[in-house]
Nanobody, 122 residues
């Protein structure tokens, strides 16, 4: 069974930083696309970043471009999302997956594991 354990969330002030971690089981990140997503109740799921295995590039949503960075540690089968210059609009529960599909038919990405709650205070 594929599971993702997201951690590193917390409460931070505007302008602060957090580093999220996502450890996978049942799938190896190496050789797959890596997607980071965020969910806010009542809003559509947003794709934050996609690390493409095919071209080796990372694509970021305009809302986080220049502030968020994706990295990975294949030995640990773990990926990271470095978040800097956080703003209240970044408040959400964050999830990673071993693909970049929004999976809009899935009510919550919690289906594959607990997300990391990030709260940015004004």
């Amino acid at each position: 069974e594929v599971r993702f354990v997201n951690s590193g969330g917390g409460l931070v002030q505007t302008g602060g930083s957090l580093r999220l971690s996502c450890a996978a089981s049942g799938v190896t990140f190496d050789g797959h696309d890596i997607g980071w997503f965020r969910e806010v109740p009542g809003k559509e799921r947003e794709g934050v970043a996609c690390s493409s295995h095919e071209d080796g590039k990372v694509y970021y949503a305009d809302s986080v471009k220049g502030r968020f960075t994706v990295s990975s540690d294949n030995a640990k089968n773990t990926v990271y999302l470095e978040m800097n210059f956080l703003i209240p609009e970044d408040t959400a529960t964050y999830y990673c997956k071993a693909d970049c599909l929004l999976d809009t038919e899935v009510p919550s990405l919690e289906r594959w594991g607990q997300g990391a709650l990030v709260t940015v205070s004004a």
